[in-house]
């Protein structure tokens, strides 16, 4: 089992009502790669500049990521991400965004992260995607990510995309835009219609859901009062989700599916506890699992008594 | 077993990308009493205009809703909402609203009324659902719904009204208004400080919340790809949850409450399928019990084959 991720390696700058930080470590390949690390091996690929240092690397590295396929570009600078959210943390607003090596990237995958199980198309331009999945080509589950932009300005290039993977993993007004049909039903099954057999539509607070062609299935996001930081949750969400299917040894079926909407929603709820990758980068898997069955029991018609607290 | 509510009953315009209806039977109570009517008995209590005629009556009493406290007011108009819902179904305008007889509703119950086993308190002023509740002696589960209008005017008799009822049912922004607290988990627990044993927050198409002292529970809204007109969906939501909880005879624990949940997701998904009250004046209980079994294995994680679809 591996998992290869293909997407931003960064540095955030992020302001909150509950505090701030400068120029932490982000970026959704890294965010990404620190939830899925709990259930299987992950590549991420990806450039970073002469200002990722030994430090940064090591936050992957410790973790037990394999780190061969982050290209380090001399004379560059990593992918910068300034940001703020109000009160009501649904509302961000970007600040400020310089692409840096992330300008030029031309994906190379080593033979081992082009031999992955299950490859991620995180949020990048749809004809990079394009190109990395045309060289990963013994996956059992492809799934990509995508943004307003792309769908504004490469629309075609990622329709095309789109068709080429098992799975789509995007925000619900993201399926709305891309579609053109305000109903998220409809609209989910228009995504399969183009080829994926699988939609996740990302709700914020409000959770995920599962569209497949046999069913729905929906998670609340997990109930925290205290949320510090919401950046990279939709990535650690992809992670979770993505990592538990990889770590399934038989069929990827809807069951297989609906765990992983789980362990997506807890890897997420973990995340934004603290800043950027403070709290998953020292989470464990008992913290995980007990989390999950606390979601399982908060989202079942029976409840068991004791631990539903 | 029988359940009283309190609030509008009235005449809606309403106009949808999926067609318009002039007029239709509409109102809190209406919407509320058709739902929870499948569950146990109901008595609506309010006023209508002389332009409330025994067709609009007949809706009601030929399900078996007892009618008798419905007063018909001589000379006077029928409360009347006129609104327009976006290609977004859930960004709504209200275009008028005439509030007629409405205007000066002082709350005359009957005994049986007085006697009901379960209240509701829909959304009206605040001190009006006072003096409801304190002719309402008996009943073992008292429920209040409000809006932002009485948090911004009437705050301190909202507050006190919260005080003496049992479970709070509110949009989720609504309840982030009252408290002053964006993180939706803490403003649950804030209104349950204020002596309510539960919140149920609606979250419209991302359906709705509970929050007890021993938990959490959270269900999507049920999905459907045809969405005709979202009005009175909430108050469906309120009648099948109240009603169902009516209906049950034991302790009114967290599996009653999870379980009537259900039966409010459900009913509400049927309100929105078609304008007003057609679906649900035409609803039968084994549709609704068809539609529960298929909301409980969309939310299980174990995936059931067959009726999962």
Not at 75 to 97: I, P
Not at 160 to 167: R, T
Not at 188 to 217: D, H, I
Request: aromatic share 10%; proline share 3%.
């Amino acid at each position: 089992m591996s998992l290869t991720v293909v997407g931003s390696i960064a540095f955030d700058s992020v302001r909150t009502p509950f505090g701030e930080r400068e120029r932490m470590l982000g970026g959704t390949s890294v965010h990404f790669s620190l939830a899925a690390r709990f259930f299987t091996e992950v590549r991420p690929v990806g450039p970073v500049g002469d200002d990722f240092g030994d430090a940064e690397l090591d936050v992957l590295a410790s973790r037990g990521i394999v780190v061969e396929d982050i290209e380090r570009v001399a004379g560059g600078k990593s992918f910068f991400w300034r940001g703020r959210y109000e009160y009501d943390l649904n509302v961000a607003h970007t600040e400020d965004t310089q692409l840096g090596v992330f300008g030029d990237f031309e994906p190379k995958l080593s033979d081992a992260s082009k031999a992955a199980d299950v490859l991620f198309l995180a949020n990048i331009q749809p004809d990079l995607q394009r190109r990395v999945r045309a060289q990963c080509t013994e996956a059992r589950f492809y799934a990509l990510d995508s943004m307003n932009l792309w769908i504004d300005t490469a629309r075609d290039s990622l329709l095309a995309a789109i068709s080429e993977v098992d799975c789509v993993i995007v925000n619900d007004a993201e399926i709305r835009q891309l579609t053109g049909e305000s109903n998220l039903a409809r609209a989910a099954r228009a995504v399969m219609s183009m080829g994926p057999r699988a939609v996740v539509a990302k709700q914020g607070e409000y959770g995920a859901a599962l569209f497949t062609e046999n069913g729905f299935f929906a998670l609340p996001g997990f109930p925290l009062e205290d949320v510090a930081d919401p950046t990279g949750a939709g990535d650690s969400f992809a992670g979770g989700f993505l990592g538990s299917i990889d770590s399934h040894e038989g069929e990827i079926d809807d069951a297989c599916l609906r765990r992983a909407m789980g362990y997506g929603t807890v890897l997420a709820s973990f995340n934004v506890e603290e800043f950027g990758t403070e709290r998953v980068a020292r989470l464990t898997r008992e913290e995980i699992d007990e989390r999950f069955e606390l979601l399982r029991e908060m989202t079942n018609f029976e409840v068991l008594p004791a631990s539903a607290k």
